[in-house]
């Protein structure tokens, strides 16, 4: 019990000095590679008998608190606990150890509030640790058998100084599945266009954001080369250059856009965008951002660092219409059933 007043002590702490700090100061880290996230536990698990680390990217916490009372929903999925209100507004609670799998006795007596994509949800653990500041390069993706037994949910992990591992869960995985965000209706206004020749370069390190871009480009008729973080778009753009120098063509007769996320392990979609434009090899492809940190502020930055435009995520019609006119091909905008 001392232990988790502690945790608790901690966490009213960081909601009143760090967790809620001036978004610009946040901002000044973009750019940089470097990302700062907040350490949480879900309890242990009593078939391993660890209680693991794991991490989400402050960029995306509104606040932390103690689990207010929930009201409890019927036909929700198992580990949706029910719902809150938060100065007004309705906001679902995910269990998350239920979400992951983790058999914890220990109760979540914390709420970590996020925020991303115009989505706010809150997410139960059982306590939180601090929060660290990290260069991106040190994120590295997991092994894929952890990928596959996770079914993705971890998309980063990287090691601190105690030894500890720490693992990034992928929340947008969790809000899909968790929500009706992904169904068919989003991608019934998607306009196929005629340009079989078009090719899109995208990263993301999300598995679901992957599909989602996937699914769309085909519906919209076009080929898609995907990678899951900055280094390996970095990495595939470098042999496209080399061929197209090789047979003398430029690398934007076949890399017809860039479409990436923000935050990646190893290089984040800044520093990819900051690389790109400032290689001639690459001039005239344009680079549209595809993040769920969508405040004004993460816009500006992507502006500023040379993306041409910003789509944000579990949006296939804009992204589809982004995508048609960044490729030279206007389309009426799109009427969603």
Known sequence: MAKASLILAACERKTMSELLKNIDARTKLAGTNKLEILLFFLGVDQRTGRRETYGINVFKVREVMRTPAITAAPDMPASVEGMVSLRGALVPVIDLAKYAGIAASTPREIMIVTEYNGHTQGFLVEGVDTILRLDWSKMRVPP????????????????????????????????????????????????????????????DDSSVARKQIERTLVAMGVKGVAAVNGRQMWEELEKVAVYAQSVGKPASSIVNLVLTDIEMPEMDGYILTKKIKSDPRFNGIPVVMHSSLSGMSNQKLGMSVGVDEYVPKFEPLRLSETLARRLGVEVAPAVSA
């Open 144 to 203: 894929e058998m952890l990928t596959a037994q996770t079914g993705g949910l971890v998309t980063a992990v990287t090691e601190l100084e105690d030894n500890r591992l720490v693992m990034m869960m992928d929340v947008e995985k969790v809000l899909s599945e968790t929500t009706t965000i992904d169904n068919e209706i989003m991608y019934r206004g998607v306009v196929p266009l005629d340009r079989p020749d078009c090719t899109v370069f995208y990263c």
